[in-house]
């Protein structure tokens, strides 16, 4: 398998695309800002204690406070709790001397926070969760460092091995981050248009792999980097509401504030005479896309997929395997439940931070969005009052432009019986019709005799 990382920079913040084998699996957006990021560290104020939940509420500068439980307390939070006082304190020049800290007891699994943060106005956190919708970020005082291969967790005298780190440190970029945890040997491109992160990113390169330095290239050429590589209409073509597959098959996704459901559906594709097959083929085809739209769009929490129909056990259990298989490279936590009796396969999946939403259809601007227009009988009305209306205020050689579809409806019929007809009857007084396809199909406009246009 070909990875490659095209990383594309723009004044609202850097894109980052993962491909593999040329397909986008994983698209990441690094705001200019770049607030309250999974793995940055604050110094967060302790707002209030909530027994009831066994939990606090920290101001860590957010809109609204940051949430803190008992559980995600380090079991050392009470030596960071003693760190933090020591360093706000500190105020000599040479810093201060911790060769005789001594580590605190542990707290309980079963503890009261109110036991271990009353009368401690500060605490050092780090961001469990980004904010989504209208939570602010989950905090956690177990603090982790991590590098390319080994995590440094403050107060533990554990020594482990890196295996697939998922935090980040805020001074490291997420470009960094990536490379970090996903950078092997079947890396071969990166790519950039920034020069500023063309070079820091050679020079993290350099230091943890210098063997992979020369993957690194400088983008320059005049087309966008995303639509060179292909990005930008893989971006269109994967964050709608439908998916299509190769197949003829596609998914219809949709996300409700509980969770998501994917139906698979079997389109056009050609069924042959064996059912039972043809639904397998068309659900493993239909598995791999999932997993897929699950780490491109970063779907979290429960998501149900409705598959085809099976009849045979053995299917099912395969599909579930073969799902598990699918999701192997995915670096959030997730779970695979086998298939119900309905034909409904359920998955968890890690939620840290807000779904990536791309809008890949624009409103139509004749409904707005909402697939509906006004009536023509409604729109004739409009169009007659404010006709009235112009006559009545002494505008005389009135020009009317229409759509050419609305100007078929209002010249219908014979001679005398068009809605024109009868408005010249009705008002005395004849207007001009013409028409102009640049219109909106419901849009129309009146002109005075100097053809200027005339503002209702």
Same mark, same amino acid.
Request: hydrophobic share 40%.
């Given at each position: ?6 990383? #594309? ?47 606090? %509420? ?55 926070? #109110? ?13 469990? &969760? ?14 982790? !460092? ?10 533990? *005298? ?27 040997? *079947? ?68 996300? @409700?504030?509980? !969770? ?19 639904a397998m083929e068309t659900n493993l085809e239909a598995a791999e896309e999932i997993a897929r739209q699950l780490r491109l769009r970063d779907l979290g929490g429960i998501i149900v997929a409705d598959f085809i129909d099976m009849k045979l056990p053995d299917n099912k259990r395969k599909l579930v395997e073969k799902m598990e298989e699918f999701m192997g490279p995915d670096r959030a936590k997730h779970a695979v439940l086998p298939i119900s009796k309905f034909g409904l396969m359920q998955i968890t999946r890690q939620r840290m931070k807000p779904e990536v939403n791309i809008i890949t259809q624009e409103a139509c601007p004749s409904c707005n969005g909402t697939g509906k227009i006004s009536s023509t009988l ?8 404010? !006709? ?10 009135? &020009? ?26 009705? %008002?005395?007084? &004849? ?10 199909? @419901? ?14």
């Open positions: 398998m070909n990875k490659e990382l095209i990383i #594309n920079s723009a004044p609202q913040g850097v894109e980052i695309a993962l491909l593999e084998d040329k397909k986008l699996v994983e698209l990441h957006t690094e705001k200019s800002d770049g607030r309250f990021a999974v793995g940055d560290l604050y110094l967060g104020k302790v707002k209030k204690l909530i027994p009831g939940l066994n939990a606090a %509420f920290v101001d860590v500068g957010f809109e609204k406070d940051a949430f803190l439980h008992y559980t995600d307390l380090s079991p050392f939070a009470k030596s960071l709790l003693k760190f933090t006082t020591m360093c706000m304190n500190d105020k000599s020049e040479q810093g201060l001397d911790f060769s005789k800290f001594t580590i605190e007891p542990e707290i309980v699994k079963t503890g009261k926070i #109110n036991e271990v943060l009353n009368g401690k106005p500060h605490v050092l956190v780090q961001i469990l &969760k980004e904010p989504i919708a209208a939570k602010g970020p989950r905090l956690s005082c177990e603090l982790s !460092l991590p590098g390319r291969f080994v995590v440094l967790t403050p107060f533990n *005298d554990i020594v482990a091995v890196a295996v697939s780190p998922a935090k980040i440190l805020s001074e490291q970029t997420k470009t960094n981050s990536i490379l970090r945890d996903l950078l092997n040997a *079947d890396f071969n491109k990166i790519v950039i248009n920034d020069k500023n992160i063309y070079s820091d990113t050679k020079n993290y390169i350099q230091k943890i792999a210098p063997e992979k330095a020369d993957i690194v290239s400088f983008y320059n050429n005049g087309s966008t980097i995303f639509d060179s590589y292909g990005i930008t209409k893989q971006v269109k073509s994967s964050f709608g509401k439908t998916v299509n597959l190769d197949s003829g098959a596609y998914l219809i996704i949709e996300h @409700t504030e509980a !969770l998501h459901v994917i139906d698979v559906n079997s389109g056009y594709k050609s069924v042959s005479n064996n059912q039972e097959q043809n409604l729109l004739e009305d409009e169009i007659e009052k404010n !006709l009235s209306y112009l006559i009545t205020h002494k505008n005389s050689n009135l &020009k009317l432009v229409v759509h050419p579809i609305l100007y078929a409806y209002l010249t219908k019929g014979w001679f005398m019986s068009s809605k024109m007809a009868k408005w010249k009857k009705k %008002f005395g007084q &004849k207007t001009r019709l013409e028409e102009n396809s640049n219109y909106h199909l @419901t849009e129309y406009k009146f002109f005075d005799k100097h053809d200027e246009e005339i503002k209702l």
